[in-house]
């Protein structure tokens, strides 16, 4: 962390704070392994390298960063086609970063601690029984997936006592639960005992909550009943107080509903192709960055990073995310919740730059990707100027709700428009599905997620959007500085402004805006995640002409949106959403001297070359024919040659087959000398189209 991020960070707070406001950051940046092997690290959730592999991730952040915190292995989101829900391993410390239970001291002179064996886990029970003030009644349960295995369910609940104006209290109470020998045992499902309980058959009088233990080759396990903070921190030291001589068991189990407050949370997921880490609530920009530091750091000992190699030998992302959450420090202190016009105004200006939707996103945009903009996706910019304005005038007026506040009014308003085309609402840009609805899980949580972000291969760079992001939110505070309207960008959004160029440009502009408010962010870390995201095919440089300027030319990968085929039936009866990744396009940079008197041939075609240089031109070609696809009657424009003629000399490049650069060949005798006799492009979807479509030279089709 630079010297200069640190002083701004500390301006943003400064301006944050004036505004009696503090605004929390949460991250889900994702990481792979240096040698990614296995379905788990491309398509797949889950695999059986990926929860040995974050467990030995979580034992690094327990030794280094949080000391005597607790794990807990817990059931994540479940998905159609999925056996099981996906797990989610939860490290756990108090609001202050102190341990949940008071670990007992353990002699030198002690044996080493071994796991609990199958003739002692009755007797073990009983005594934590003890512990609790309750005799315990387990069931005994088999496992047919795993002889070796042996497991017990203890009906366990915790209720509230103490009359009203009486201090709080808890007390514990067991259940029976009687089972025919021929029922009692574990479901055919894989992972943690308490998932699979037969509970179709457990009694209708009793709460759903177990205490389950297993004892396997692997050691022993405690499925916690689902409870409340409190008597569920009293039953972590209960069995803390009951290790003497003992391993300490894998803990399962569901997070309190009311911990949020009272808890810091680090989690560690299992998600298709990637480990997400969800970060703990941080307090502002540099709490953010240190816990990207941390989690570097916790990841290269276990020999994971944030990006993998890319086939051509170079660096890419992870495939995954690095999600970015605006929220506040509780419910109560929202920034958002009483400010809607504030809000409407950053969303107007991140509709206004298209570099913050896609410069640091993956390769993936547009309306088909995994956060697409809210103007290309369910919303049109007439329903969005409506939200928009809606917001801005709810501001000015006394809220109705029974919070005082306008929570309800944005999570309604929003939900229906930052969504995708399907209307999955956790899809989009900049997403609302965790802001205020009531009629989902963890719908109310009060956070903004901006999900087009992806993890990259230098810390640095992260930290610097996320300053970007605090910054503007700063910036946007003033109403001076807010966009009055939308801007209908219409077809120049995934033509012009998915160029390299025009990012770059449109970053430029949003940095000159922070740097006249006081708040100068450097360029420098922006353009190197810019060359890293977008580096030459070709870099090209002629020998002067007359004494004037050297002709060069540059062509650099440009974004472009990949459309959406039809669902497609995969095995276990359920459909995944494709996308034809198969086009690519890249953008042509000349100057003025080759402009005048160099020329560009492209699969025996004359590329147009306008002799103003700040014209744009882009080329779109089919890289591959990928199964299932758009189009499958049309095939790969390859190999894909291109002839750079200029009075120096003409030289040959082919596109590698890896699609990374353009690589000089000898001219061959079909290669032309001089631009006479080349064949005319007029590949364009419309007349005003920068882009040049090879498809429709192939098929003769031309911009009417």
Known sequence: MTLWMETLAERVRERLAAADLQLTLGGEPTLVPVNPEGAEWSITADGPTKLPLARRLAAVFQRDVWPGSTLLYCPGKLYAGEVNPRWALRLLVRADGTP?????????????????RVDEAPAWLARLGERLGVRLRPLALRDPLDEGRQAWAAPLTALETGEDGQERGWHWQAGDWPLAEALAQLSGAPGPAGLRLPLLHFPAELPRQV????????????????????????????????????????????????????????????????????????????????????????????????????????????????????????????????????????????????????????????????????????GTIFDLELAYRQLELAEEQLSQEPWGDHRALIGETLRHLHADRSGNNHRSEISFDKFWNPGTPAGCLGLIEFRALESLPRLEWSQAIALLWSGLAAHLLDPAHRPRRLRPWGD?????????????????????????????????????????????????????????????????????????????????????????????????????????????????????????????????????????????????????????????????????????????????????????????????????????????????????
């Open 492 to 704: 120049a959004l995934h033509d012009r402004c998915l160029l390299p160029s025009q990012l770059w440009a449109d970053l430029r502009a949003v940095l000159a805006d922070l740097a006249a408010a006081d708040l100068r962010l450097e360029e420098g870390p922006f353009r190197e995640l810019w060359e890293w995201r977008f580096p030459p095919l070709v870099a090209w440089n002629g020998e002067p002409v007359d004494g004037g300027d050297r002709p060069s030319l540059e062509l650099r990968p440009a974004l472009e949106p990949w459309p959406l085929i039809c669902d497609f039936p995969r095995e276990g009866g359920f459909t995944s959403r494709f996308v034809d990744g198969s086009l690519r396009r890249f953008e042509i940079t000349a100057n003025s001297a080759f402009r005048a008197h160099g020329w560009l041939a492209l699969q025996g075609r004359s590329i147009p070359l306008d002799p103003d240089p700040s014209t744009l031109l882009a080329v779109r070609y089919r890289f591959q024919r990928l199964y299932p696809c758009l189009h499958p009657g049309i095939a790969p424009d390859w190999p894909l040659r291109l002839i750079v003629g200029s009075p120096s000399g003409v030289n040959a490049f082919v596109l590698t087959a890896t699609g990374e650069r353009f690589q000089p060949v000898d001219l061959d005798a079909s290669d032309p000398r001089s631009p006479e006799g080349l064949l005319p492009w007029r590949g364009r979807e419309r007349p005003e189209a920068i882009t040049l479509d090879l498809r429709l030279e192939g098929l003769g089709l031309v911009a009417p």
């Open 100 to 116: 949940l239970v008071r670990q007992r001291d353990r002699q030198a002179t002690e044996p080493a601690p071994v796991p609990l």
């Open 211 to 378: 205490l389950t233990l297993e004892v396997d080759q692997d050691g022993w396990e405690l499925f916690l009943p689902p409870l409340l903070r409190v008597p569920l921190e009293s039953l972590l030291q209960a069995v803390e107080d009951g290790l003497t001589g003992l391993t300490e068991p894998r803990l399962s189990g569901m997070l309190p509903s009311d911990a949020e407050d009272h808890w810091q949370v680090l989690g560690l997921t299992a998600d298709p192709g990637v480990l997400e880490i969800n970060l703990p609530v941080c307090h502002g920009w540099s709490d953010y960055a240190r816990w990207l530091r941390r989690m570097e750091a916790a990841a290269e000992v276990v020999g994971l990073r944030t990006w993998k190699e890319a086939d051509h030998g170079g660096q890419e992302g992870t495939g995954g995310g690095n999600h970015l959450l605006w929220g506040g420090a509780s419910l109560a202190t929202n920034p958002f919740f009483p400010r809607p016009a504030w809000l409407a105004g950053l969303l107007r200006y991140w509709q206004h730059h298209p570099s913050l939707s896609y410069l640091f996103s993956g390769s993936s945009v547009g309306p088909a990707s995994q956060a697409p903009r809210p103007d290309e996706a369910s």
